[in-house]
């Protein structure tokens, strides 16, 4: 036979969420220090995620803390955890880190286990595992990319510089194309690469012209 729950399980169920709070909050801001706006789509959105976990697991240790059922909150807070992890194995994939990736797809999936199945302390639990997974494999992302990881080039610019190499010569496209490609994807900022396009548009007729001159010496003589 079950007994009811006391007043020292509440006590002690609500000790054992602020534990967790206490970790998962911990884990958010060595995270919050290393994502930027610029360190990527995924890794963006799983810090967006992580945020709201956060958010949703204060909630549900004031609910307990007030007496309220904190369910609703203790489970928002563990989707939103999953949905982090899932970021987070997207991105160390992309990156080409299949162990990281794998790591934060198994936090994802316990994560998905959790779900109306385990109680509150239990869920934040699951919380603080998850986050802490998400933190180390977006942390390690950030270590990658102040080693030497390229920037991915997107759309626009791609079509920019599409667009310079364009009114060269045939015979020279393909270098001038890689060389700018490979400059733009190693510059740090965005002003830097910004500047570089806007330094490719407007010089890219000079060099056409230069590149045609020898050309046309050649057939006239």
Known sequence: ???PPTSDDGKRQLARMTASLYRIRAAATRTFKVVQP?????REHAAIAMAAAVASARKAVACAAAG???THESMTAVMRAGMAAAWASRAAEQAGNLSDATAANAA???SAAAVDKVGD???LGVVAN???TVAVVLTRLDEQGSVGTSWRPGRISRSLL????AVLPRTDRDRYGEEWLSLLSDLPTR????RHLMSVLLGAPHLSYALRRPLAHRRRA
């Open 1 to 3: 036979m079950t007994r």
């Open 191 to 194: 002003r830097s690469r910004a």
């Open 162 to 165: 599409g667009a310079a190499v």
């Open 130 to 132: 998850t986050i802490e």
């Open 121 to 123: 302390a239990d869920a």
């Open 108 to 110: 994802k999936r316990a």
């Open 38 to 42: 610029t360190t990527g789509h995924d």
């Open 68 to 70: 309220q059922y904190a």
